[in-house]
């Protein structure tokens, strides 16, 4: 079949010198980005390999993001309906996908990249806009198994001539921002992609509105990279000119030209000598030169490139304190900008799994069953502890204490759990397990031991209907009574010997409160009030008495 043979390949074109010129300038800056705007992205990525190569931060932070998104565990499912089990043909399809995936053996040698390495390649488009990668494909008894992809050149890539879009009817040049290929390098022979199925994957990762060729992310960074380079260059012409010992001679005023001319003499080759030889009466001073970047950030060649460090880690990872060199914070803004730079990578995960799910994995199941249904799905499980706790603690007010109705399913895809099986063996942690107060959690160490045997308190709202009066009592109210009285319960139990004394409930007046009055936490209740709606009930501290 077609998909065996190789389409793209390599050409002297590939392996030519930039035409960028080697001194940049803004003026040459606006014009290749104008030219890439237009559509050359082969002289646009130039400009792109250029300053990752001389942009340790721009690299650093493009293999971060790479790297990080390659190791997230990637989990292949089968297709089912909703609330149903998968078919048998649906296992079959999910179990073949997720063998070829994980067990090819690309050449890496050839240049050939296998599962990880084709994620990492397809992330390029997260700065560049777009990465195109060929997909090669064997037969082993009888299955087509991708081997492995290879990168397309950007001098195959790139879109059709404005001619032939004007020339040529819409059935036949399809859209024209459509990106395309040129297979031969030829400018003027684009193919689309759909000449060659099931042989690309055709990663586009949109940062803005617009043409394909304006997406690219480091468009926005081209400007402040030269001004970067340029601060590098004038603070090493600085260190050149200041940063060597400056030598200073007096002689007399009436000394005789010769014997200025040799003083000049020695001073000059002092530069490249060690020694000199100097008239009698000649004063020579060694001057320390001053130290380039003395100001810090201040100094206006390390604030060229400081803004343009900022402005990249701003980019790519969305905040600056996990990439700022001596960067100190608090512990929670630490934490918020870790989870905004995992909603990012939550987004380039997201780019990469949308490429597998909607051109890999269709290619895998139609050239080897020769239908497209019951296709299987990549996810993706990103561990974040904390967003996962908020859930759990809403669910929780929710769910638990204020009893509203919920299918056990849509919280097993919440939390992302698979349901348990008919005969699997259920975990059972057992009937009397304390749980965290949604608010105001006491340390073990700061509170008294008692305090971790609270029991939930929908264990005591089994009362009857009686001393619930709803309409004259909100549920908002309510449940903004109940955060307070776990607050102001843990902290006085925080603060309270209960080897000497006891907190006594008092002021139940309805049949559910009542049998209450008197008793003590834990043995009596382990909730503090209200217990429902309107209730006014109170506890309070008193000493124990002897018995």
């Known amino acids: ?4 043979k190789r389409i793209i390949r390599p050409h002297a074109r590939d392996q030519q010198l930039s035409p960028i010129p080697v001194d940049f300038d803004p003026d040459t800056i606006g014009w290749i980005l104008d030219e890439g705007g237009r559509g050359n992205l082969m002289l ?5 390999n250029t300053m990752e190569d001389s942009w340790e931060r721009l690299r650093s932070n493009l293999n971060k993001i790479k790297k990080a998104v390659c190791k997230l565990p990637f989990n292949l499912q089968p297709w089912t309906e909703k609330g149903r089990e998968p078919s048998a043909a649906a296992l079959e399809k999910a179990a073949f996908v997720e063998h070829v995936l994980h067990n090819q053996k690309a050449a890496t040698w050839e240049g050939q990249h296998n599962f990880q390495a084709t994620l990492y390649e397809l992330l390029d488009a997260v700065a560049r806009g777009v990465s195109v990668l060929e997909i090669d494909w064997s037969l082993e008894d009888g299955k087509y198994i991708p081997t492995g992809t290879r990168r397309v050149p950007w001098t195959c890539l790139g ?5 032939q879009v004007s020339s040529l009817s819409p059935q036949l040049s399809g859209n024209p921002n459509g990106l395309r290929l040129f297979p031969d390098r030829d400018p003027n022979n684009p193919k689309q992609f759909e000449k060659y199925p099931h042989k690309f994957l055709v990663g ?3 940062a803005k509105s617009g043409h394909i060729a304006e997406t690219a992310q480091l468009r926005a960074l081209a400007h402040l990279w030269l001004g970067r380079m340029l601060g590098w260059e004038w603070m090493t012409h600085k260190a050149e000119l200041f940063g060597l010992p400056i030598r200073w001679a007096t002689y007399d005023p009436t000394a005789p030209q010769t014997q200025i ?7 000059r080759n002092m530069g490249t000598a060690a020694w000199g030889a100097f008239p009698q009466g000649t004063d020579l001073q060694i001057v320390n030169g001053s130290t380039p970047g003395v100001a810090g950030k201040s100094e206006p060649t390390e604030r060229l490139m400081s803004i343009a460090d900022r402005a990249c880690d701003l980019l790519f990872l969305g905040q600056t304190l996990t990439s700022e060199e001596g960067s100190s914070g608090s512990y929670a803004l630490g934490n918020v900008h870790r989870e905004v730079e995992l909603d990012l990578y939550e987004n380039y995960a997201a780019y990469v799994i949308d490429v597998v799910n909607n051109q890999l994995i269709p290619s895998i199941i139609e050239l080897n069953w020769g239908n497209s249904e019951e296709l299987p799905f990549l996810e993706v499980e990103l561990n974040r502890p904390a967003k996962d706790k908020q859930l759990v603690e809403r669910d929780q007010l ?3 204490e204020m009893g509203l109705p919920v299918s056990k399913q849509w919280l097993y895809d919440r939390h992302k759990v698979p349901a348990p099986g008919p005969s699997e063996d259920i975990f059972n ?3 009397q397990v304390s749980r965290p107060a949604p608010v105001g959690t006491l340390s073990s160490s700061s509170a008294p031991a008692a305090a971790t045997q609270i029991r939930p308190s929908s264990s005591v709202l ?3 209907d009686a001393c619930v009066h709803a309409a004259s009592e909100s549920t908002d109210s309510l449940n903004a009574r109940r955060l307070q009285a776990y607050t102001d319960f843990f902290e006085l139990l925080a603060n309270t010997d209960l080897t000497t004394h006891e907190i006594v409930w008092s002021g139940g007046d309805c049949e559910t409160c009542a049998p209450l009055n008197g008793t003590t936490f834990p043995s009596g209740w382990g909730a503090p009030p209200p217990l429902h709606y309107n209730c006014d009930c109170s506890i309070s501290v008193q000493p124990k008495t002897a018995n």
């Open 44 to 48: 646009q990525n130039e400009l792109f």
């Open 261 to 267: 001319d040799q003083i000049s003499d020695m001073l």
């Open 1 to 4: 079949m077609g998909v065996q």
């Open 462 to 464: 089994r009362h009857s």
């Open 398 to 400: 929710l769910f638990q």
């Open 159 to 163: 879109f059709a001539p404005q001619s």
């Open 204 to 206: 586009v990762y949109r």
């Open 429 to 431: 942690p057992g009937t």
